[in-house]
């Protein structure tokens, strides 16, 4: 295994690196010549005797958008809680490229090295401007001396700029957060958390509680994110997966464990896909 970054270590763009290249889905440090930046073996997760897991396994390559759909109960969230460090597995192996063993790893540490998660409910700072939203995630020294010293540079601003033109807020940045619409808030929160620099995006029902109109532009919004990063959405609208999938691998948990994985058309086939999760 390579060397773990430690926790004041972080990428910094060199001199070819373009403007607007927040989104690089390697970043120096985490080794992925494998080609996978996420490897879940065997988990294993369990409450009381009830296994929310039960020997889970998956791989995420780099640069790929993996929609995971399954019924209430399959074990997603939990999923995703062991992935960012919230939940031990009881047992199991699970990988942030070959560099950093999750299992291992706070909820700070694993977030400070590159995995980015996003609830189901959008959390912004409402009392807060759009902007001031997303300079309070840029990706600075947090410590309080460097943080009452700082100042906003030309390419922080140039980044901010871009982020607000991709997360289609731009024009609302001095708007209050907290009278954006459901959709905006959330399209804000993806944008907060790209301002960290993730290379590892999970996100939990981007869509839920969306207009149409919104759901269509938060689709279109994963698709220009595919290949700058890697990406976990978790979503039961099946005509949003469908849109975000294109020809990726969406994979079916149920009970803890992947009951189908691979082309939406070939999980919708499925039949033990339908009897448990699609129904006819």
């Known amino acids: 295994?390579?060397?773990?970054?430690?926790?004041?270590?972080?990428?910094?763009?060199?001199?070819?690196?373009?403007?607007?290249?927040?989104?690089?889905?390697?970043?120096?440090?985490?080794?992925?010549?494998?080609?996978?930046?996420?490897?879940?073996?065997?988990?294993?997760?369990?409450?009381?005797?009830?296994?929310?897991?039960?020997?889970?396994?998956?791989?995420?390559?780099v640069g790929e958008l993996r929609c995971i759909i399954g019924p209430n109960g399959a074990g997603k969230t939990t999923m995703m809680d062991v992935i960012t460090g919230k939940t031990r597995p009881s047992s199991g192996n699970a990988w942030f490229g070959q560099t950093y063993d999750l299992t291992r790893m706070t909820e700070?540490?694993?977030?400070?090295?590159?995995?980015?998660?996003?609830?189901?409910?959008?959390?912004?700072?409402?009392?807060?401007?759009?902007?001031?939203?997303?300079?309070?995630?840029?990706k600075t020294n947090k410590r309080v001396r460097p943080t009452l010293f700082f100042r906003l540079g030309s390419e922080q601003k140039g980044k901010i700029e871009e982020i607000?033109?991709?997360?289609?807020?731009?024009?609302?940045?001095?708007?209050?957060?907290?009278?954006?619409?459901?959709?905006?808030?959330?399209?804000?929160?993806?944008?907060?958390?790209?301002?960290?620099?993730?290379?590892?995006l999970l996100l939990d029902e981007p869509v839920a509680g969306m207009s149409d109109a919104e759901t269509a532009r938060t689709a279109e919004l994963l698709n220009e994110l595919r290949g700058k990063h890697s990406i976990m959405v978790v979503e039961h609208d099946m005509a949003f997966v469908t849109e975000i999938a294109l020809d990726n691998k969406?994979?079916?948990?149920?009970?803890?464990?992947?009951?189908?994985?691979?082309?939406?058309?070939?999980?919708?086939?499925?039949?033990?896909?339908?009897?448990?999760?699609?129904?006819?």
């Open 1 to 61: 295994m390579t060397e773990v970054l430690q926790p004041d270590q972080h990428y910094e763009a060199g001199p070819g690196d373009a403007a607007t290249d927040y989104g690089r889905v390697k970043r120096e440090g985490l080794d992925t010549t494998h080609g996978a930046i996420l490897y879940l073996e065997d988990i294993t997760v369990s409450f009381d005797g009830f296994k929310a897991l039960n020997k889970l396994s998956l791989d995420i390559s």
């Open 108 to 138: 700070y540490d694993i977030a400070h090295h590159g995995i980015g998660r996003k609830f189901q409910r959008p959390t912004v700072f409402e009392q807060h401007t759009v902007f001031e939203n997303l300079e309070m995630a840029m």
């Open 164 to 200: 607000l033109k991709l997360i289609r807020l731009q024009g609302q940045e001095r708007r209050l957060a907290g009278l954006l619409s459901h959709g905006q808030k959330q399209w804000l929160e993806i944008g907060m958390l790209l301002m960290q620099e993730p290379q590892l």
């Open 250 to 280: 969406v994979t079916v948990l149920h009970e803890g464990a992947v009951l189908a994985e691979g082309r939406m058309q070939q999980v919708q086939a499925d039949e033990r896909v339908i009897e448990v999760y699609l129904g006819r």
